[in-house]
């Protein structure tokens, strides 16, 4: 199989291996593409779904433990891949196989559940996974007393431990409003990026892939936060041991814009709690990318020039009927067969 950017690139000469590095991949979010090469796999052939979903059953039980681990484990399940020299050598000797792959992952979990069961290892109080389908939000109250408000299409995994506590945001969007407990830090991580907190509120959105939306973007809507890089970053920032944001900043991170802390509209900072949609001077494709996280249908264009056209307005998410109504009144173009469930947009001339 031909490694492309949407694609595993590590073993993949059974279904079952392939399956993992798709799971590992998914954990961390897929943009549109990898979503839909995904897709095309998993239907290529009913023995790519099954073993998808045998990953998936497997490591279910695995939410009770704290994330680093979690991912630690998989690493050391898709490391028991080969390079395929080695592979090649192995095949022969009829060494290489799914029970051998299985055996050696099922014995190494065996020892990181023993080592996480011993006193005296960190454990957690508190460990849970969330998710919000699209067009769904969820609040999550936390036995510490901190809430998250987590937007359309969003998973994060938490671990509330004794002397600190942990919040991966695998994809989306979230509101954090922290409960204050100096004696325990309060840390997200999202990509490539650590922000930590004592007490605050302030939102984090990680959706790579969507077209103007696909940098990491920490809000502050009040108190202090620290960003720093997570693990071996590749962002050309990780030379900066941090950056600090107080209330009404944002951060934008990405390989090629500044890492400057910009002004930020306090009321726009979460106002997607609200269903609201605020966009200045924003490509219509960028718009219409983001109410397809909310579960609407994409319309078609008539022409890509439309794309291009630059919008500014206030919008309501889950009114998509609305937003069209409004369209023709704010550029030149019609929007036609709503009632048919696929709208298309053409231009007014």
Do not use: K
Not at 35 to 56: G, K, N, S, V
Not at 72 to 91: K, V, Y
Not at 132 to 154: C, F, K, M, W
Not at 279 to 299: M, N, Q
Request: aromatic share 6%.
């Amino acid at each position: 199989m031909t490694a492309s950017p949407s694609s595993p690139s590590a073993c993949t000469d059974t279904p079952e291996q392939t399956a993992l590095d798709w799971f590992m991949r998914s954990r961390n979010g897929l943009d549109a593409a990898q979503r839909q090469a995904l897709a095309q796999w998993l239907a290529a052939d009913p023995a790519h779904a099954q073993a998808y979903a045998e990953w998936q059953e497997d490591w279910n039980d695995l939410d009770a433990l704290p994330v680093q681990q979690q991912d630690a484990l998989l690493a050391s399940a898709r490391n028991a891949c080969q390079p395929p020299a080695a592979r090649h050598l192995t095949q022969h000797a009829g060494f290489w196989s799914r029970r051998w792959q299985l055996t050696a992952l099922l014995a190494t979990l065996l020892v990181a559940l023993l080592l996480f069961q011993l006193p005296g290892t960190a454990s957690p109080a508190f460990a849970q996974s969330y998710a919000t389908l699209p067009g769904e939000q969820q609040a999550v109250e936390l036995p510490d007393g901190s809430r998250i408000d987590l937007d359309t299409d969003t998973r994060i995994s938490v671990a509330l431990f004794d002397g600190h506590r942990e919040v991966r945001l695998i994809r989306g969007q979230a509101m954090f409003q922290v409960a204050a407990d100096t004696a325990r830090p309060f840390t997200v991580t999202a990509d490539a990026a650590r922000i930590t907190v004592v007490g605050t509120q302030f939102s984090v959105r990680n959706t790579p892939g969507q077209p103007g939306a696909d940098t990491l973007r920490v809000a502050v809507a009040s108190g202090h936060v620290r960003v720093a890089p997570e693990g071996s970053s590749w962002l050309p920032w990780r030379a900066a041991s941090q950056i600090d944001l107080t209330a009404g900043q944002q951060l934008r991170l990405d390989t090629l814009q500044s890492t400057r802390p910009e002004p930020a509209i306090a009321a726009d900072i979460g106002a997607w709690r609200n269903h609201s949609l605020s966009v200045d001077d924003t490509p219509l494709s960028h718009v219409l990318a983001e109410f397809a996280r909310y579960g609407h249908p994409s319309p078609v264009l008539a022409d890509p020039g439309i794309a291009a056209l630059r919008i500014t307005g206030t919008f309501d998410t889950q009114n998509m009927a609305g937003f069209y109504r409004l369209l023709p009144r704010i550029l030149p173009v019609r929007v036609e067969g709503q009632d048919t469930g696929t709208p298309r947009i053409t231009g007014s001339h």
